[in-house]
């Protein structure tokens, strides 16, 4: 009897075993043994994201950054149009800026959902909500904004991936200045309409650029795609129910019997489990906002700093032409100041990772999240600063120059803010790094779309030095918190059972 034969008698049924990037591919003791040096060069396509090339690492980050400073810009151009619109439909102040705080709500709403099926389905699906309402553009537009972070934490490793973030925090804020100074020129020049019409084009563009040049992200859509390609060639590329040929033991020892082998995703949920886990994803970030202190502290950070960003869409040209007389698309351009706020705190946050080490603290555990603070707790008291300077300087008296400048240092705090809570929430939560990103997007958009309604009224009564200190003095107070979690942040992870779970599987 021949060897073959003995282990074809020996053989149980099938074995199921998981898939990795690593996992060697064993040679079939009959079938398709001809062609199996091609089959091993095309498996090989099948690899991590971390291990794409810099090039095309660099095509992702850059295509994708660029979608956040038009989604930013979407949230922000709107503003500029508000007298216009007001002429048109003759509503009030208060009615027309509704348009920020729908298009918010959008903004915060659409990652609850987007970013869990993401981490099920993989990123690019995910990419194609985009409406024309301010509702559903803020939806589409927080694809961009929410998944971006995903998408770098799926193809850099924490060690590699400050300077991807910094430039993407730095795109929506930039963006947010961008809107307005754009805008506003054009609602000068042309009409209103424009300014929507212009987006509609570049999103166009963009989404085209998306689909045709971002590949997929996820990890683990990649090892489905693997599964089901050595399934498909173990099985002679047949159509008839799943039956794997015989195989030899993956070191091709003939000692070891052979086993009817089919790969599969370790975690791969069954299609009768596959409700009960969508349902689990969609809750995630509302279970991590409301159970995870980490979350909740930096949801709340990260809200007042947007807020603050969205207070200034509705104040910054109102005190301009009241206080200096300036006309609207001058009073739009200081958001210039915005824009070089957003470049240098990109640049200074590129930069500041490189020397990390050199600081008088340990920083013998590089894997540690907490790092990523060390910085901001300085960088992010340049918020309240900007405020006090912003608020205190409004007067006649004052060079136009100062609060323009105040505009810009209050922004590069907001950069710090920004940049910390992305890199540390993709640190800590890893694998569900978009879903802990979500929800403090929800808190970010949801509070930051508010407060623009109040702006005028809590300007008018305060005036602006005390309205911009009032701001000032929760910046203050918020920024304590980083400063705790350098100390204490290992503590409060190890009584997390997500941290603990995640940091269980690496």
């Given at each position: 009897m021949s060897t073959t034969s003995t282990l074809n008698d020996q053989h149980q049924g099938v074995v199921r075993l998981p898939v990795d990037f690593d996992t060697p591919l064993p040679i079939?003791?009959?079938?398709?043994?001809?062609?199996?040096?091609?089959?091993?060069?095309?498996?090989?396509?099948?690899?991590?994201?971390?291990?794409?090339?810099?090039?095309?690492?660099?095509?992702?980050?850059?295509?994708?950054?660029?979608?956040?400073?038009?989604?930013?810009?979407?949230?922000?151009?709107?503003?500029?149009?508000?007298?216009?619109?007001?002429?048109?439909?003759?509503?009030?102040?208060?009615?027309?800026l509704t348009g920020i705080?729908?298009?918010?709500?959008?903004?915060?709403?659409?990652?609850?959902?987007?970013?869990?099926?993401?981490?099920?389905?993989?990123?690019?699906?995910?990419?194609?909500?985009?409406?024309?309402?301010?509702?559903?553009?803020?939806?589409?537009?927080?694809?961009?904004?929410?998944?971006?972070?995903?998408?770098?934490?799926?193809?850099?490793?924490?060690?590699?991936?400050?300077?991807?973030?910094?430039?993407?925090?730095?795109?929506?804020?930039?963006?947010?200045?961008?809107?307005p100074l754009i805008s506003g020129f054009i609602v000068d020049h042309t009409s209103w309409t424009w300014v929507f019409w212009i987006q509609v084009i570049v999103n166009a563009v963009l989404i085209a650029v998306f689909i045709l040049v971002v590949p997929e992200t996820r990890e683990s859509v990649w090892l489905a795609r693997k599964a089901k390609y050595l399934n498909r060639w173990y099985q002679g590329g047949q159509d008839s129910e799943p039956t794997p040929v015989e195989l030899n033991s993956v070191d091709g020892s003939p000692s070891v019997k052979a086993r009817r082998v089919q790969w599969y995703v370790d975690g791969e949920v069954s299609a009768e489990n596959m409700l009960a886990l969508i349902t689990t994803s969609l809750l995630r970030p509302f279970q991590l906002l409301f159970t995870e202190p980490v979350v909740f502290f930096f949801s709340a950070w990260a809200a007042f700093s947007w807020s603050v960003l969205y207070i200034m869409l509705a104040a910054v040209p109102t005190m301009f032409t009241e206080v200096y007389g300036f006309s609207l698309s001058m009073a739009d351009a200081t958001f210039t100041s915005a824009c070089i706020g957003s470049i240098l705190a990109t640049l200074a946050g590129i930069y500041q990772e490189q020397h990390i080490y050199l600081l008088p603290v340990d920083t013998s555990d590089t894997s540690s999240p907490e790092r990523r603070l060390y910085f901001s707790c300085v960088e992010s008291l340049l918020l309240p600063v900007g405020l006090f300077m912003f608020g205190w300087s409004a007067t006649a008296s004052v060079h136009w120059i100062v609060p323009t400048i105040a505009i810009g240092i209050a922004t590069a705090g907001i950069f710090s803010v920004y940049l910390a809570v992305f890199n540390y929430l993709a640190d800590t939560y890893s694998t569900y790094a978009s879903s802990a990103i979500a929800?403090?997007?929800?808190?970010?958009?949801?509070?930051?779309?508010?407060?623009?309604?109040?702006?005028?009224?809590?300007?008018?009564s305060l005036r602006y030095g005390p309205g911009s200190s009032l701001l000032g003095g929760i910046g203050l107070l918020l920024s304590i918190g980083p400063w705790v979690l350098v100390f204490y942040g290992p503590h409060i992870r190890s009584r997390s059972r997500v941290a603990r779970l995640l940091e269980a599987k690496t």
């Open positions: 079939p003791l009959k079938g398709r043994t001809a062609d199996y040096e091609n089959f091993v060069s095309a498996a090989a396509k099948f690899r991590s994201p971390y291990d794409f090339s810099p090039m095309r690492k660099n095509i992702i980050v850059c295509i994708s950054c660029l979608a956040t400073i038009f989604a930013s810009f979407a949230a922000s151009a709107y503003a500029p149009c508000k007298e216009q619109l007001i002429e048109k439909w003759d509503l009030s102040a208060v009615t027309i705080s729908v298009f918010t709500a959008g903004f915060a709403l659409g990652p609850m959902a987007l970013a869990p099926l993401s981490e099920l389905k993989g990123r690019k699906p995910v990419f194609a909500p985009l409406g024309s309402s301010r509702f559903w553009a803020g939806v589409g537009g927080s694809t961009y904004s929410t998944l971006v972070g995903g998408i770098i934490s799926d193809i850099y490793r924490p060690s590699e991936r400050n300077t991807a973030m910094a430039i993407f925090s730095g795109g929506a804020l930039f963006g947010i200045g961008f809107g929800a403090q997007s929800f808190c970010r958009n949801a509070i930051g779309g508010v407060l623009p309604l109040v702006t005028n009224q809590m300007y008018s």
